[in-house]
């Protein structure tokens, strides 16, 4: 283990920073995990939309429960309703634009969109927890959306990552030298 770390340049035993930038193994499988990831999520909060926000009158306490009683409006006919649906459509195009065209410069760019759906679900969820004060228990859909919020964002930051990557190396060789 050694001997092969002293190969690479450094003789105590550690990679060198420029061996290790040469080592990286991102691969166009971890862009089209990324839009599969991100895809998912979207489905997600858009279920969240349809899925009751408020549950029950009551102070506190969750409800899971999937139904909503009549009293209480639904996710859509509240002002957090459509932003939330509208990021969620927007998070699903991209995703789908990511697995279509692959990396390139403008999927590397428009992969950023989720970093502001994210931030947009956990805005409406905070904002609707805000507004039921403690007449209401939060429901299911409230949880899934500000579920969907906290994973987008990271999945945001790194999609366009991995894709200035994939756009910037060269293409990878094989041990005969033929291109890949």
Do not use: H
């Amino acid at each position: 283990m050694n001997g092969d770390r002293a190969a690479i340049g450094d003789p105590e035993g550690g990679m060198t920073s420029k061996a290790w930038k040469r080592t990286y193994r991102i691969s166009r499988d971890d862009w089209v995990g990324d839009a599969v990831l991100m895809l998912a999520v979207g489905l997600l909060a858009l279920a969240a939309v349809f899925l009751p926000w408020a549950n029950v009158l009551g102070r506190g306490g969750v409800d899971f429960s999937l139904s909503k009683p009549p009293t209480i409006n639904a996710a859509m006919q509240t002002p957090w309703g459509l932003p939330a649906l509208l990021a969620a459509l927007c998070v699903i195009s991209v995703a789908v634009c990511m697995l279509l065209f692959g990396p390139r410069a403008a999927t590397a760019l428009l992969s950023l969109a989720p970093i502001a759906a994210g931030t947009v679900f956990l805005l409406e969820a905070m904002a609707a927890f805000d507004g039921m004060g403690l007449a209401f228990r939060a429901g299911l859909g409230l949880y899934l959306t500000l579920l969907a919020g906290i994973l987008l964002i990271p999945i945001g930051v790194a999609s366009p990552m991995v894709g200035y990557i994939l756009i910037r190396r060269p293409p990878a060789t094989d041990l005969r030298g033929s291109v890949e």
